[in-house]
């Protein structure tokens, strides 16, 4: 009960943040940042929870998919826009992943695309490339930071001797000291 007395007081302060400092709002806001993206995996996982028909999330799925892939094409092909690199592209991601998986095993569709038999399988192919579209997206956005991180790794742990690992050392028999 004391919880839901908190949520006003929490809503009240988040408005008060954003009407003072609106442009670090409007930098979360902003398209080519990585929370869009997140708040958009999330409204998939509310929407595949929810309804009762598969029409939403996959008109959704759908819809975001190729918004994605028009991004990743800019992105590796035209670079005119500037995208934000930054972790949470990881953490949009995984909450993808999460909402893939809650309308897979979680949601059962009795209506919508691919009724009455096969509303299961059209949730299933969206959420898959809708999925892939998300994690190339991450990809292409943070594609310095990877190489950068690999390269830190590479240096610290990519030693390479000629000297072998182990010192042989000779076995003189009693035979071999007589002779």
């Known amino acids: 009960a004391m919880q839901l007395l908190l949520v006003p007081l929490i809503l009240l302060r ?3 943040l954003v009407l003072r400092h609106p442009t670090r709002f409007l930098r979360f ?8 993206h997140m708040m ?3 409204l998939a996982a509310l929407l595949a929870l929810v309804c009762t028909s598969n029409m939403p ?3 959704l799925w759908s819809v975001h998919s190729v918004v994605l892939t028009a991004c990743v094409a800019e992105r590796v092909a035209v670079r005119r826009l500037a995208w934000r690199r930054s972790h949470l592209w990881i953490y949009t991601v995984q909450l993808a992943f999460l909402s893939t998986y809650a ?3 979680l949601c059962s569709f009795p209506h919508g695309l691919g009724q009455p ?3 299961g399988a059209v949730v299933l192919v969206s959420s ?4 892939i579209s998300i994690c190339a997206m991450c990809a292409a956005a943070n594609m310095e930071l990877f190489i950068r991180h690999y390269r830190a790794w590479q240096r610290q742990y990519g030693v390479f001797t000629l000297a072998p ?4 050392v000779e076995v003189v028999t009693d035979a071999d000291s007589q002779v």
Do not use: K, Y
């Open 14 to 16: 988040s408005a008060l």
């Open 29 to 36: 806001a902003h398209p080519l940042e990585a929370v869009p």
């Open 40 to 42: 958009l995996s999330g």
């Open 57 to 59: 999330v996959v008109l």
């Open 103 to 105: 309308a897979n095993t």
């Open 117 to 119: 038999d096969s509303t």
């Open 128 to 131: 898959c490339l809708w999925l």
């Open 165 to 168: 690992t182990q010192r042989v």
